[in-house]
């Protein structure tokens, strides 16, 4: 099993630009979640989907993020503009049917100038 | 709605000495319990888990942990670390869908 897999691993962009973060979950997990950790905040969760259905997106930031989900295996955040102060790490994870625990991707390090 | 808390930041221990990472929840509701490992620029690790059952559970690398729910704690403890065990330690909750992890809790792990 490949595990969650995250593109790209970094990504350095000017204040203002699109940032598009890419996830493939585990196969066969039908929740996806995408989790933003920094050192002031630590991991915050941004936004949950079940069965590609966004069903929980009240950590989402502000409307400058937008995430979707088109199928059961590819997830996308955007950020449109970037700012300096989202500059952290964007972590994807999923979990299998009736299974609480999440499985984490590598991330992405994000880094806004 | 629930929440963790990790007593400690940082914790520096010798190489082959004992470990004790504490945690404390709360939540209104019955819970899942987890210890991830973020070791430098990779993602989180699930380490253990407690689901149900034997409130003692333990990894396959010697980290256990305790459920305790009179005291609401989860600690994770491990009696002898190598240098490899030093990385971030996060404690989480769960009663449903969404993880709420700690602060984390840093490791260093010295010869």
């Known amino acids: 099993d490949a595990g969650v897999i995250q593109s790209p691993r970094h990504e350095v962009t000017e204040m203002g630009q699109e940032v598009t973060l890419r996830c493939k979950p585990i196969?066969?997990?039908?929740?996806l979640f995408w989790y933003r950790q920094t050192m002031m905040r630590g991991l915050e969760l941004l936004i949950y989907?079940?069965?590609?259905?966004?069903?929980?997106d009240s950590g989402m930031p502000e409307d400058r993020f937008s995430a979707k989900m088109p199928n059961a295996s590819f997830s996308t955040l955007k950020i449109q503009p970037s700012e300096p102060r989202d500059s952290a790490v964007y972590f994807c994870?999923?979990?299998?049917?009736?299974?609480?625990?999440?499985?984490f991707g590598q991330g992405t390090r994000l880094t806004v100038v | 709605a629930q929440s963790v808390t990790q007593l400690d930041s940082q914790v520096p221990v010798f190489e082959e000495a004992p470990v004790e990472l504490r945690c404390n929840y709360s939540?209104?509701?019955?819970?899942?319990l987890f210890w991830y490992v973020q070791y430098p620029n990779q993602g989180l690790q699930l380490l253990l888990k407690y689901l149900s059952g034997s409130t003692l559970v333990e990894s396959i690398n010697g980290f256990e942990a305790e459920f305790n729910k009179s005291q609401t704690s989860f600690h994770l403890r491990k009696p002898s670390v190598h240098i490899s065990d030093t990385a971030e330690y996060f404690c989480a909750v769960s009663n449903d869908y969404k993880l709420s992890f700690g602060a984390g809790t840093t490791v260093t792990v010295r010869a």
């Open positions: 994870a999923s979990s299998p049917p009736h299974g609480p625990e999440a499985f």
């Open positions: 939540s209104s509701v019955s819970v899942y």
């Open positions: 196969s066969g997990h039908n929740s």
């Open positions: 989907f079940n069965n590609n259905v966004p069903i929980d």
